[in-house]
């Protein structure tokens, strides 16, 4: 058999020339990989965003006045549509009566690193804090490690003048089929007489078909019993408001921000206003 022995010999070059270039990139640039799935070493810049919120929170609600009625926003499942989130920053900003700023989860799309720094580097420029709950887009890969590090726990709760907001991750599918920490969000639920309204947020409505009957049952029960205002929720990226269990209790879906509008609430002891603000 005849063999083209310089072709060969140039061939083998070739190979072995590639291998030392990428050990050389390996070793030698460390923002090579670093949006790769993997990625998940979170810079120091980016961590424990949310106890610099909570500081600024107290801030914003120092005043007397704004411990009796207040208003927020809310937005959702931005995902990777950043033109439009910063449209909605914009337009957000422009209102100086909004005191702080949730957002209903799906803040990423694949749960990578940069699209969670992305998000953040467009958020910071809110003039108020804002507030997140964990989406199930934001819990693939190693995005709910990246959503700690970044942010905190991923159920947690405050108090904002007489209202008590409460952020619970109920994502199933993509935790393995883990079940929601129901047992917590009791123990949340179990001081609610203190307070003029109740707010629970997670990213998936229960009526969704992530959840099962008796699921559904527990999580809807509980908002029942515990006089929740309203429960808060993203996913669906349509707007939907209502009474869905003929309870009392009020549940709305935030559009995503690509439907182009956010939502206000209008917090007062005894009522609320909602309004959708087109942008």
């Not at 007489?162 to 935790?175: G, H, M, Q, T």
């Not at 559904?216 to 309203?230: L, R």
Request: hydrophobic share 40%; aromatic share 16%; charged share 20%.
């Amino acid at each position: 058999m005849y063999i083209n022995l310089y072709r060969y010999i140039g061939m083998k070059s070739l190979v072995w020339a590639w291998i030392i270039l990428l050990a050389f990139l390996i070793s030698s640039c460390r923002d090579t990989f670093d949006h790769s799935v993997f990625s998940a070493e979170v810079p120091s810049e980016y961590r424990d965003l949310r106890a610099n919120k909570f500081q600024k929170l107290q801030k914003e609600m120092s005043n007397p006045e704004d411990t009796a009625s207040f208003k927020i926003a809310l937005i959702s499942d931005s995902h990777t549509r950043y033109d439009d989130l910063q449209d909605a920053i914009n337009a957000i900003n422009v209102d100086p009566d909004i005191k702080f700023i949730l957002h209903g989860g799906d803040m990423t799309d694949g749960g990578m690193l940069a699209e969670f720094m992305l998000f953040q580097v467009i958020m910071q420029q809110l003039r108020q804090p804002y507030f997140t709950v964990i989406g199930n887009h934001d819990c693939l890969a190693n995005g709910l490690g990246i959503y700690e590090d970044m942010f905190g726990p991923e159920y947690y709760s405050f108090v904002a003048g007489n209202c008590k907001f409460i952020f619970f991750n109920d994502v199933i599918w993509e935790l393995q089929f883990r079940e929601p920490d129901y047992f917590w969000l009791s123990k949340e639920l179990a001081d609610h007489g203190n307070y003029s309204h109740i707010f629970v947020i997670a990213h998936i409505a229960p009526y969704s078909d992530s959840f099962t009957p008796l699921q559904q049952e527990v999580y809807s029960s509980m908002m029942d019993t515990s006089n929740v205002s309203i429960s808060v929720h993203g996913h669906h990226h349509n707007h939907e408001y209502s009474e869905h269990y003929h309870d009392g209790v009020m549940y709305i879906t935030i559009g995503a921000v690509y439907k182009r509008y956010y939502v206000t609430l209008d917090i007062s002891p005894d009522t609320m206003i909602m309004e959708r603000i087109k942008f």
